[in-house]
């Protein structure tokens, strides 16, 4: 394992977050709010430098969460993380924003989760969540398949197959029709942000990426984000 640190960088959800992690351990993390974010990350990301006593030079990695979550916050980190990367040079992977809520999740569940499955939602705003399914192997999460954007059925599947629920979005969020019942198979966990920890161990393996090249991940046409016509050719 390396002994330089790595650079984390999360803009793209309500509660963000920078940090500095070295042999798998955080050595520093400033937290970012979604209203502030875009006017903090640069200072959020020389105050963990300075916390833990390293400069850009020393820095061997960034790893980017690129969506999906807010527009403009994925946008904000991956402008940033993009522009640090090619002007440094340093390496670049990205990790998606349901990775790192699972991983995050998985890492601080109290729940046994090597039965059955665990699932990262995500609010996605206007009645819809991003959704996605892993399993639980050999201490382990393995992607069972993409993520994807849709309404109610989101808590349908999940109830149907049961497991562990990491919520990146708080139980207000939740349609009361749609709020969890006792007794029910699924172990649900709200306000489950990406940790440092979590973006770390999503992005093992990962692969580096041309910052010329990465986009933010929106799983969502333009029209969609912003409730605009569909042009029909």
């Given amino acids: 394992m390396s002994t330089q640190p790595f650079l984390l960088i999360n803009t793209a959800t309500v509660s963000g977050v920078v940090g500095l992690a070295r042999r798998g351990e955080v050595l520093a993390q400033a937290l970012l709010k979604l209203t502030t974010a ?7 990301i020389d105050q963990v430098l300075a916390e833990a006593g390293y400069t850009l030079d020393d820095i061997e990695e960034i790893v980017l969460v690129k969506g999906p979550g807010t ?8 402008s940033i993380a993009k522009a640090i990367a090619y002007a440094a040079p340093l390496s670049l992977v990205s990790v998606t924003t349901l990775e790192a809520v699972a991983w ?6 109290s729940e046994q989760a090597t039965g059955g499955p665990l699932w990262a939602l995500l609010d996605a705003r206007r009645h819809q969540f991003y ?6 192997k050999e201490g382990m999460l393995l992607s069972r398949g993409d993520a994807v954007c849709v309404g109610a059925e989101a808590f349908d599947a999940v ?3 049961g497991g562990i629920a990491a919520c990146a979005f708080s139980s207000a969020a939740v349609p009361e029709s749609l709020c969890p019942l006792e007794r029910e198979r699924v172990a649900w966990s709200f306000d489950v942000y990406p940790t440092c920890a979590g973006i770390l161990a999503a992005s093992a393996g990962a692969c580096s990426e041309d910052p010329f090249t990465l986009e933010p991940l929106y799983l969502r046409s333009t029209e969609e984000l ?8």
Avoid: C, H, M
């Fill in 159 to 161: 109830r149907a197959k």
């Fill in 131 to 136: 959704v996605q399914e892993f399993a639980v």
């Fill in 104 to 109: 995050s999740g998985f890492l601080t569940s």
């Fill in 226 to 233: 912003f409730d605009l016509p569909k042009v029909i050719p």
């Fill in 71 to 78: 527009f403009t916050g994925s946008r904000v980190g991956a």
């Fill in 38 to 44: 875009s006017n903090t990350v640069v200072a959020a």
